[in-house]
């Protein structure tokens, strides 16, 4: 059974920096596209970065340049390392992986999830 489990959350100060991990079981990272979302209360679940299979990543625009998503394939895990935090990025964030082999990494690609983890950045 897939599971995805996510580690690194926290409250942190505007400006400050937190490093998420997402650790996966009976799945490779390696060659998968892998995804963080995040959903704020009351808002929807939006993508925050993918990393492809050959490791070209996309990221949200808000995030561009502050947030970087990466594969550690000796430790089968996906990180997404976030500097620069602003309170606008508080939300629950989530790992997710797409079970498609050769996805291009699209937003409906994403079958298997964690179950989230809190990051808060305070003004």
């Known amino acids: 059974q897939v599971q995805l489990m996510e580690s690194g959350g926290g409250s942190v100060e505007s400006g400050g920096s937190l490093r998420l991990s997402c650790a996966a079981s009976?799945?490779?990272?390696?060659?998968?596209?892998m995804g963080w979302f995040r959903q704020a209360p009351g808002k929807g679940r939006e993508v925050v970065a993918r990393?492809?299979?050959?490791?070209?990543?996309i990221y949200e625009e808000s995030v561009k340049g502050r947030f970087t998503i990466s594969k550690d394939r000796a430790k089968n895990t996906l990180t997404l390392q976030m500097n620069s935090l602003k309170p606008e990025d508080s939300a629950k964030y989530y790992c997710?992986?797409?079970?498609?082999?050769?996805?291009?990494?699209?937003?409906?690609?994403?079958?298997?999830w964690g179950r989230g983890i809190l990051v808060s950045v305070s003004s």
């Open positions: 997710a992986a797409s079970a498609i082999r050769g996805s291009s990494c699209a937003t409906t690609d994403f079958s298997y």
């Open positions: 009976e799945f490779t990272v390696g060659d998968a596209c």
């Open positions: 990393i492809s299979g050959v490791d070209a990543s």
